[in-house]
Nanobody, 124 residues
């Protein structure tokens, strides 16, 4: 059984940084395309960033996210990361890790396994 577990969420002031972690068990992590998504209260879940199995290909939701967030992975540690800098109040959301997309994609429907999320709250 594949398990996806996120951690690292916290309450932080605007302008601060956080690093999110996602570990995967029950599958060959190094073969999985992975993604980070977020969902704010009253809003739809949206893709933040994704990365292919090798770590060589990454995508971001938009230029603003790309300029502040960095997705990376360590296949030896079965861990996916999301480094978030210059955080803004609008980044406040539940952040979800998703695994096993058939392609490198920001479409939630492409992912087979999901974690329960980690809460990021940015105060102004």
């Amino acid at each position: 059984q594949v398990q996806v577990v996120e951690s690292g969420g916290d309450l932080v002031q605007a302008g601060g940084s956080l690093r999110l972690f996602c570990t995967v068990s029950g599958s060959t992590f190094g073969a999985l395309n992975m993604g980070w998504f977020r969902q704010a209260p009253g809003k739809q879940r949206e893709g933040v960033s994704c990365i292919d199995w090798s770590g060589r290909t990454t995508y971001y939701a938009d230029a603003d996210v790309k300029g502040r967030f960095t997705i990376s992975r360590d296949n030896a540690k079965n861990t996916l990361y999301l480094q978030m800098n210059s955080l803004k109040p609008e980044d406040t959301a539940m952040y979800y890790c998703a695994a096993a997309s058939t392609t490198v994609s920001l479409r939630a429907g492409n992912y087979k396994y999901w974690g329960r999320g980690t809460q990021v709250t940015v105060s102004s």
